[in-house]
């Protein structure tokens, strides 16, 4: 079956650094799109940023781009989104996400504070 783990979250504070990590299992990663999503507390679902499966194509929300950087490694199944420069605004929950849409991670928090 499909799996998604997200790993990386922690508290960092405003102007930080942390990456995050999705390890995918369950189906040939290579071949599909990958996403990040997120959602701040008490707020809907914000889709961050995509990749295509070959890596060589990647989108960006207009509220992270140039601050996070997503990639893949097909060779070991794992999706990456770098952010830097954080913003307490950062503060959500990361979801990896198969482009799909159809399957989900479980979600590692991010806190940005000081």
């Known amino acids: 079956q499909v799996q998604l783990v997200e790993s990386g979250g922690g508290l960092v504070q405003p102007g930080g650094s942390l990456r995050l990590s999705c390890a995918a299992s369950?189906?040939?990663?290579?071949?599909?799109?990958m996403a990040w999503v997120r959602q701040a507390p008490g707020k809907g679902l914000e889709w961050l940023s995509d990749?295509?499966?070959?890596?060589?194509?990647?989108y960006y929300a207009d509220s992270v781009k140039g601050r996070f950087t997503i990639s893949r490694d097909n060779a070991e199944n794992t999706l990456f989104l770098q952010m830097s420069s954080l913003k307490p605004e950062d503060t959500a929950v990361y979801y990896c996400?198969?482009?799909?849409?159809?399957?989900w991670g479980q979600g590692t928090q991010v806190t940005v504070s000081s």
């Open positions: 369950g189906f040939t990663f290579s071949s599909y799109a």
């Open positions: 990749i295509n499966g070959g890596g060589g194509n990647t």
């Open positions: 996400v198969h482009y799909s849409g159809r399957y």
